[in-house]
């Protein structure tokens, strides 16, 4: 078994890991990286052609599959959830696999559809949908591959790890990590199959190690419903505008700002065409249970109608929006530099449902939007949020659960994946043996 970690190892984003059995090779998640954005902006990417993105370093360099020899042998595209930074890039590199078929969870392959729809993008390769906790099976060229889909929690729905079972053992990857017991929305991770696995024997594990220097757990989502119920309960002027904002893609929180928003007697409008398309793409494999008690704006013309009205109505409405990383070109960015019919008073309101991505220039934009909100008198509540990765806990959990005889951190720079290596030695794991910390592009070898 050779694995490719192609991209994520140095970087929080674009993931993208490669293992080649026998003559097969199974590609898993293509993520984008883009500092300072998280989701697609308003105007996506109908601009920038694929070299363009190359250029800018958005998506995986996976050229190195051609200096391998790999491409050509790549059976499948496997994408664990439907976050930008693993399914991003599947749009502008799937066709370089034209035998691949792409599989993925129904919320998941939605909004890929979405996103090809959106961008005016056709791909020929096949899609398949597999449902959380089933199995599928992929033929190659050397063998009949069983891949087992393992149901996991993460700050979207649908989420998986996926373990490719070969004749050289098994490939266990677990991108995204975090494990809630208590969620408000599906149910909890599937930990008799991971423990199934771990007797069975795992050869090779990549694990999210983006926390892996962070012991306090991240907390279960009842922990962020709580928060913003008492954020709310903090908002007590009628005619005061509230605004929330948290990421497109986190269905289940959404759903409890929802929940929350309900008890203002307001109308709730959500603002921003990325959050139309994962709340559509919720909606369409019936997952997104407030459905019918939201509006969806998306278009400009339609979002600056509305906040035209918001700026004589501001008591009648709580609006939903984009911008928490305070990305270029988002609602609350435009509202903060004074490019919409709208402008926040002394008093109104924004809640941060989210936390800053600890990447330099997104906490630099964050400090200069907020300033510029305070300077308007705007009551800020911050940090509404637990996040949706695992801390060092759920990591000694996986491995005590899997033990896998290799293990590879990934997601984030070698700074944060180094106290992973270190967190293993617990397990009697040593570096460069059994476990291994890698940089883009490197080729393993077990």
């Given at each position: 078994m050779?694995?490719?970690?192609?991209?994520?190892?140095?970087?929080?984003?674009?993931?993208?890991?490669a293992?080649?059995?026998?003559?097969?090779?199974?590609?898993?998640?293509?993520?984008?990286?883009?500092?300072?954005?998280?989701?697609?902006q308003d105007?996506?990417?109908?601009?920038?052609?694929?070299?363009?993105?190359?250029?800018?370093?958005?998506?995986?360099?996976?050229?190195?599959?051609?200096?391998?020899?790999w491409?050509?042998?790549?059976?499948?595209?496997?994408?664990?959830?439907?976050?930008?930074?693993?399914i991003?890039?599947?749009?502008?590199?799937?066709?370089?696999?034209p035998?691949?078929?792409?599989?993925g969870?129904?919320f998941?392959?939605?909004f890929?559809?979405a996103?090809?729809?959106?961008?005016?993008?056709?791909?020929?390769?096949?899609?398949?949908?597999?449902?959380?906790?089933?199995?599928?099976?992929?033929?190659?060229?050397?063998?009949?591959?069983?891949?087992?889909?393992?149901?996991?929690?993460?700050?979207?729905?649908?989420?998986?790890?996926?373990?490719l079972?070969?004749?050289?053992?098994?490939?266990?990857?677990?991108?995204?990590?975090?494990?809630?017991?208590?969620?408000?929305?599906?149910?909890?991770?599937?930990?008799?199959?991971?423990?199934?696995?771990?007797k069975?024997?795992?050869k090779?594990?990549?694990i999210d190690?983006?926390?892996?220097?962070?012991e306090?757990?991240?907390?279960?989502?009842?922990?962020?419903?709580?928060?913003?119920?008492?954020?709310?309960?903090?908002?007590?002027?009628?005619?005061?505008?509230?605004?929330?904002?948290?990421f497109?893609?986190?269905i289940?929180?959404?759903?409890?700002?929802?929940?929350?928003?309900k008890?203002?007697?307001?109308q709730?409008?959500?603002?921003?065409?990325?959050?139309?398309k994962?709340?559509g793409?919720?909606?369409?494999?019936?997952q997104?249970?407030?459905?019918?008690?939201?509006?969806?704006?998306?278009?400009?013309?339609?979002?600056?109608?509305?906040?035209?009205?918001l700026?004589?109505?501001?008591?009648?409405?709580?609006?939903?929006?984009?911008?928490?990383?305070?990305?270029?070109?988002?609602?609350?960015?435009?509202?903060?530099?004074?490019?919409?019919?709208f402008?926040f008073?002394?008093?109104?309101?924004?809640?941060?449902?989210?936390?800053v991505?600890?990447?330099?220039?997104?906490?630099?934009?964050?400090?200069?939007?907020d300033?510029?909100f305070?300077?308007?008198?705007?009551k800020?509540?911050?940090?509404?949020?637990?996040?949706?990765?695992?801390?060092?806990?759920?990591?000694?959990?996986?491995i005590?659960?899997?033990?896998?005889?290799?293990?590879?951190p990934?997601?984030?720079?070698?700074?944060?994946?180094?106290?992973?290596?270190?967190?293993?030695?617990?397990?009697?794991?040593?570096?460069?043996?059994?476990?291994?910390?890698?940089?883009?592009?490197?080729?393993?070898?077990?």
């Amino acid at each position: 078994m050779e694995v490719c970690t192609i991209g994520g190892f140095e970087e929080v984003g674009k993931n993208m890991t490669a293992v080649k059995t026998g003559e097969d090779v199974f590609i898993f998640d293509a993520g984008l990286y883009i500092p300072g954005i998280v989701e697609l902006q308003d105007e996506g990417f109908q601009k920038y052609a694929e070299n363009d993105l190359r250029k800018f370093g958005a998506i995986p360099d996976d050229r190195v599959l051609d200096e391998l020899g790999w491409s050509k042998n790549v059976v499948a595209i496997i994408i664990s959830h439907a976050h930008l930074d693993h399914i991003g890039s599947v749009p502008y590199i799937a066709k370089r696999y034209p035998n691949a078929k792409i599989y993925g969870t129904p919320f998941t392959m939605q909004f890929l559809e979405a996103v090809l729809e959106d961008e005016k993008i056709t791909l020929n390769n096949k899609r398949i949908v597999v449902h959380p906790d089933s199995a599928h099976f992929i033929k190659g060229k050397s063998d009949n591959y069983r891949v087992d889909f393992i149901h996991t929690t993460h700050s979207t729905i649908q989420c998986v790890f996926p373990a490719l079972h070969t004749r050289e053992g098994v490939f266990f990857y677990a991108l995204d990590l975090k494990f809630d017991n208590y969620p408000t929305l599906g149910k909890p991770p599937t930990y008799y199959k991971m423990k199934e696995l771990g007797k069975k024997g795992i050869k090779v594990m990549v694990i999210d190690a983006l926390y892996s220097r962070t012991e306090k757990k991240p907390g279960s989502e009842k922990i962020a419903a709580h928060l913003l119920e008492e954020a709310f309960s903090n908002i007590h002027d009628k005619n005061s505008a509230i605004f929330v904002t948290t990421f497109s893609s986190h269905i289940e929180r959404l759903m409890n700002i929802v929940n929350m928003a309900k008890r203002t007697n307001r109308q709730i409008i959500f603002l921003g065409r990325s959050l139309a398309k994962y709340v559509g793409a919720a909606t369409k494999v019936k997952q997104c249970p407030f459905v019918n008690q939201i509006k969806i704006l998306k278009y400009r013309r339609q979002v600056n109608s509305f906040l035209n009205k918001l700026e004589k109505e501001r008591g009648k409405y709580v609006v939903v929006c984009t911008g928490h990383q305070a990305e270029e070109g988002s609602i609350l960015d435009r509202i903060s530099k004074g490019e919409t019919p709208f402008s926040f008073k002394p008093g109104d309101h924004l809640l941060f449902s989210s936390s800053v991505i600890p990447i330099s220039i997104n906490i630099l934009a964050r400090e200069k939007m907020d300033s510029r909100f305070r300077r308007l008198g705007v009551k800020i509540q911050t940090d509404i949020h637990v996040h949706g990765h695992g801390s060092r806990d759920d990591m000694r959990e996986l491995i005590r659960m899997t033990k896998p005889k290799h293990i590879i951190p990934a997601h984030g720079s070698l700074e944060q994946e180094a106290p992973l290596v270190e967190l293993a030695k617990e397990f009697g794991y040593k570096l460069g043996e059994t476990s291994h910390l890698c940089s883009d592009g490197k080729v393993l070898e077990f």
